[in-house]
């Protein structure tokens, strides 16, 4: 099936690459807009937020009769709502602030049907939360790779930056081993380090829980390593200011570009080794 939401590359991205496409502040409030537009006009948003009938008047959704107090008590804000009103003044993070909350609440219609009487309108009914989810995620995947330095919205609703190219499968695909812990400390680091406003110290952090992550396996690598190459693995933590600090760490570095190197190399060796061990474990079972 077409993916109807990723247009094809045409000539002048073909020609110019990413720089071509590129979107800035005022397009991603307009993208934010459309979004909303799009899918409330779809019926998406009725579970949620009720419609109006020319014979009841207005049907409430779940989140009850009064949006903009529910919207206040949930985001905290009182300018973010109603979106058509107030779209053109979001910063950045409005809106990816609503875009996520938009996201919770989308719920595809399974069924609809036309009300004549005046001109009343379609009426919506049987919602399905996952897939009016699926969809808006999928709405949004292009505009979001093309805003700024590129993001995301994940399954779990949070908006978080794009991995760099080539480490997109690896940041998706499921770790290979059922150790709870491994599991959450790999998870959280990649939230820490990707969220949205993640500031160098919280990007620090995450390089340092994957160094972590490979100390719990520490054990399991020793088994596939020689002594030699298993202690390289903690040489660049250890000796550029992200575990054990001390006097004799290279602490003047570009840590934007540093950092990122840091993490994905992390990342690809505890992926590489819970891959050798899980092998391994196969070789010795009876």
Request: hydrophobic fraction near 35%.
């Amino acid at each position: 099936m077409t993916d109807v939401y990723r247009p094809r590359a045409y000539y002048g991205t073909r020609k110019n690459g990413s720089q071509a496409v590129s979107l800035d502040l005022d397009d991603l409030r307009e993208i934010v807009f459309n979004a909303y537009a799009f899918f409330e006009g779809g019926g998406y948003l009725v579970d949620a937020f009720g419609y109006h009938c020319v014979d009841r008047g207005y049907e409430p959704g779940y989140v009850g009769s009064d949006i903009d107090v529910f919207v206040r008590l949930t985001l905290f804000r009182k300018d973010l709502w109603p979106i058509k009103d107030t779209y053109s003044f979001y910063s950045e993070d409005d809106c990816f602030t609503i875009l996520e909350f938009l996201y919770d609440h989308v719920s595809k219609p399974a069924d609809k049907h036309y009300h004549d009487w005046d001109h009343c309108g379609w009426h919506y009914s049987n919602f399905n939360k996952q897939l009016g989810r699926e969809e808006f995620r999928a709405k949004l995947t292009v505009p979001l790779e093309r805003y700024g330095t590129g993001w995301e919205l994940t399954e779990a609703g949070e908006i978080v930056s794009l991995p760099p190219s080539g480490m997109k499968t690896l940041v998706n695909a499921p770790l290979p081993t059922n150790d709870k812990t491994t599991q959450d400390k790999v998870a959280d680091a990649l939230m820490k380090y990707r969220r949205h406003g993640a500031s160098i110290s919280d990007r620090r952090d995450a390089v340092r829980d994957l160094a972590d992550v490979l100390e719990w396996l520490r054990p399991s690598i020793k088994e596939a390593l020689l002594k030699e190459d298993e202690q390289e693995l903690f040489k660049i933590a250890n000796n550029f200011g992200i575990r054990h600090m001390n006097q004799n760490q290279k602490l003047q570095y570009d840590q934007a570009v540093w950092l990122s190197w840091m993490f994905y190399h992390y990342l690809n060796t505890i992926y590489a080794f819970l891959h050798i061990i899980k092998r391994q474990s196969r070789k010795v079972a009876p």
